[in-house]
Nanobody, 118 residues
Framework: QVQLVESGGGLVQPGGSLRLSCAAS????????MGWYRQYPGKERELVAD???????NYADSVKGRFTISRDNAKNTVYLQMNSLKPEDTAVYYC????????????WGQGTQVTVSS
């Protein structure tokens, strides 16, 4: 019932920046948590960051101090500002949303490729 559309991925030089956006639409449950995950080839997806509607955030240790997650509740949109990008940040990034009270109702975006290379 929830659709998530991601944008902002691409190719960037090491040390560069990208800003990912993810807009949710449809039957959105509230309150909810929105987040960003990434997946390397052949590996399971892993948490990058997530954020509650009231602004509480969690970050993976590998991105703390470099990435910033934010959201615009009026637009049902979550953002990921990625600075000081490293080659190891190269992955497919997925947006998700889930009700605060449920894991089974998690919805995922289609993914957007981020490639950090010189």
């Amino acid at each position: 019932q929830v659709q998530l559309v991601e944008s902002g991925g691409g190719l960037v030089q090491p040390g560069g920046s990208l800003r990912l956006s993810c807009a949710a639409s449809g039957s959105i449950f509230r309150p909810n948590v929105m987040g960003w995950y990434r997946q390397y080839p052949g590996k399971e997806r892993e948490l990058v960051a997530d954020i509650t509607a009231d602004g509480k955030t969690n970050y993976a240790d590998s991105v703390k101090g470099r990435f910033t997650i934010s959201r615009d509740n009026a637009k049902n949109t979550v953002y990921l500002q990625m600075n000081s990008l490293k080659p190891e940040d190269t992955a497919v990034y997925y947006c998700n949303i889930k009700p605060l009270w449920s894991v089974r109702l998690t919805s995922w975006g289609q993914g957007t490729q981020v490639t950090v290379s010189s």
